[in-house]
């Protein structure tokens, strides 16, 4: 149980596209969804908190209109890269978690995805 | 908002018993300690979660003294698969809302 889906897990773009990146939780009903950004040896930054049916709640310093994200139903939700630039490119990793049900709030992670923008 | 911290990187052979801490002086007073494992390009996979005292499942135990303020993170026998790197991840006081810290990460190296 409490898996989550990810997709895709890498992908290449064109500077100036907008990428999006699904995350879906397979088994259980995501009310609470999580996007993170990683670099190369770092650890987990938090980029913005969803619940279903609601606005995202971003981070301090990260910008709302570029990294775009819907969570329009209990096991889907989309970040979308707009306009991507190489200093974009980037380890994303969602994570999904049932904080009405579920104790604890325990996160579940997707396997990520690798985005490099040329 | 103070960093939850852990040592870089940790060493360690088959078969030995691993202790990893992370330092949290900031944690919220609701909020439970969750440890994860990651491999290279992948998602964290949780190990274990605790609020305080001590919690055992069938791959871990997790230690957290009365003040909180650390946890530790204890590997039964680690092999060579258990190389990776662990992160605990709280939640620590910060305005209206409590705000989700990951620690800095430990490298953990098992060699034969």
């Known amino acids: 149980g409490a898996v989550v889906s990810q997709h895709p897990s890498w992908v290449i773009c064109k500077s100036g596209t907008s990428v999006k990146i699904e995350c879906r939780s397979l088994d259980f009903q995501a009310t609470t969804m999580f996007w993170y950004r990683q670099f190369p040896k770092q650890s987990l930054m938090l980029m913005a908190t969803s619940n279903e049916g609601s606005k995202a709640t971003y981070e301090q310093g990260v910008e709302k209109d570029k990294f775009l994200i819907n969570h329009a139903s209990l096991t889907l939700s989309t970040l979308t890269v707009t306009s991507a630039h190489p200093e974009d490119s980037s380890f994303y990793i969602c994570s999904a978690s049932d904080s009405l049900n579920a104790p604890r709030n325990i996160q579940y992670f997707g396997a990520g995805t690798r985005l490099s923008v040329l | 908002l103070a960093k939850t911290t852990q040592p870089i990187s940790m060493d360690s052979y088959e078969g030995q018993e691993v202790n990893i801490t992370c330092s949290h002086n900031n944690i919220a007073t609701n909020d439970y300690i969750t440890w994860y494992q990651q491999f290279p390009s992948q998602g964290p996979r949780f190990i274990i979660q605790?609020?305080?005292t001590k919690v055992t499942n069938e791959v871990a135990s997790l230690f957290i003294p009365a003040d909180r303020k650390s946890s530790t993170l204890s590997l039964p026998r680690v092999s060579l698969s258990d190389t990776a790197v662990y992160y605990c991840?709280?939640?620590?006081?910060?305005?209206?809302?409590?705000?989700?810290?990951f620690g800095t990460g430990t490298l953990l190296a098992v060699q034969p």
């Open positions: 605790g609020y305080k």
């Open positions: 991840l709280v939640g620590e006081k910060g305005g209206a809302t409590n705000k989700l810290i």
